[in-house]
């Protein structure tokens, strides 16, 4: 018996100075969990990602985007795959969602959203509109609401397997979007084991979100503090879009597709 209540007692112990640690330490403990991955070896991504990739169909721009976007990686990395049902936020003209549609397949669904479009980028949403009608995304669904909408992701809760936000976490600085509740939007629509895909250019450490506007980088860090905020777990990075040589000066146009670039994967719990 006396054991017993000195286990018990150490176990509440424990518990209590795990409470009282400080937030700093807290989180360095979870991030010593988080899986940092290398490229994944050729012969290991599944040969539906590597069909939808060299599919006849998908437009010669977006092949000249793959050497530099290296989606064969990050796909694999994200885990997507046939019949899953995804989100591409900020779809742009439309690269990610292709890439997701022809890889879900028939029995998956991609949701792909677009806020309105300014005027100088018109030729964008024609892009994307004219993308959305070519054979094989049928299984797309057309969202056009600005970042805010209470329904911005026309879904039930707990439904999607995941969502990607790719290279544009930090342009929701420069339209006047609240990052907070975009996260939590994407937090309820997920099922719980969901992915929360961020791929975006990194700016210096400690920059926070200064850089959005001008470089059109943003700070790791910051990304990470606010999607763990919204309930997230970051799980897993992978480097296959790192250049260590980038010195993140320089708006990320003027490296040719070759800045730094960091891949977040984050998991609802």
């Known amino acids: 018996m006396k054991i017993a209540m000195r286990t018990l007692i150490a176990i509440f112990a424990v518990i209590a100075l795990a409470a009282a640690a400080p937030p700093s330490a807290r989180a360095a403990a979870r991030h010593a969990k988080v899986r940092h991955e290398s490229a994944i070896p050729a012969a290991k991504i599944p040969a539906y990602i590597t069909a939808a990739i060299n599919s006849p ?13 290296k989606p064969a990686q990050v796909m694999a990395f994200f885990g997507v795959k046939p019949g899953m049902r995804v989100a591409d936020l900020w779809a742009g003209g439309g690269y ?3 890439l997701l549609a022809r890889i879900v397949g028939p029995g998956g669904k991609v949701y792909s959203q677009n806020g309105p479009f300014p005027e100088k980028f018109k030729a964008n949403e024609t892009l994307w509109q004219s993308r959305l009608k070519e054979p094989g995304m049928t299984n797309v669904v057309e969202v056009v609401k600005p970042f805010g909408s209470p329904d911005l992701l026309p879904v039930a809760p707990g439904s999607l397997n995941a969502v990607f936000i790719n290279l544009n976490y930090h342009d929701l600085f420069n339209i006047g979007a609240h990052p907070a509740a975009l996260n939590a939007t994407v937090f309820k629509a997920l099922k719980p084991g969901g992915i929360y895909a961020v791929v975006d250019n990194s700016a210096k450490a400690g920059a926070g979100t200064s850089a959005t506007n001008t470089l059109h980088r943003i700070d790791e860090a910051t990304v990470i503090k606010q999607v763990e905020a919204a309930g997230f777990r970051l799980a897993a990075t992978s480097n296959v879009l790192r250049n260590p040589k980038d010195p993140r000066t320089q708006p990320f146009w003027k490296m040719n597709h070759t800045q730094d670039r960091f891949v977040l994967k984050f998991v609802k719990p």
């Open 57 to 69: 169909d998908r437009p010669a721009k977006d092949r000249a985007l793959d050497e530099s976007r």
């Open 96 to 98: 990610t969602t292709e």
